[in-house]
């Protein structure tokens, strides 16, 4: 894979990236999460008081364990139900579309039994395209090179 651009949303400058493991589970499990899509990066920082958008390029080492979900799939369904449990994996970094809120509910629905997965996939289609890397280990952390970390207005980019 050759050199790509990526966006992080933060409320701070992330010169130095790191996994940082909390309470809350997210799609792909612990890790570093990015985005080659600069908008959905200054969505994620605008939850922020300081809406930050990190720039970075990153080379995968080809020695890296990496599970790549082209599209929306059962087992995209599948990996983020368990991710969001709190099964652990063994990848390095997961690449996929996202589960934003609305999406998650209807995981949740799905769990709980109140919709079927046929009712899941039809409410399911994103209005916009989303995507996420998951950096998950330090040795994917080491492909990330950090380029800039600017404020985005509320209204737009700086």
Not at 104 to 115: E, H, K, L, P, T
């Amino acid at each position: 894979m050759g050199k790509m651009t990526v966006y992080h949303g933060s409320y701070t400058i992330v010169e130095k990236p790191r996994i940082i493991k909390g309470r809350n589970t997210k799609d792909f499990g612990p890790g570093f999460y990015c985005t080659i899509i600069r908008e959905q990066a200054e969505r994620w920082a605008k939850r922020y008081d300081t809406p930050i958008v990190n720039t970075y390029t990153v080379r995968l080492n080809s020695g890296l364990k990496v599970l790549e979900f082209k599209e929306m799939t059962e087992e995209w369904l599948d990996f983020i139900i368990a991710c969001r449990h709190g099964e652990p994996h063994d990848y390095d970094i997961v690449i996929g579309a996202m589960a934003n809120d609305q999406i998650y509910n209807y995981i949740a629905d799905y769990i709980d039994g109140v919709i079927t997965r046929e009712q899941f996939w039809v409410l399911a289609r994103f209005k916009y395209p989303t995507h996420q890397i998951n950096f998950c280990s330090d040795s994917a952390l080491n492909c990330l090179e950090f380029v800039s970390g600017r404020e985005v207005k509320r209204n737009g980019t700086v």
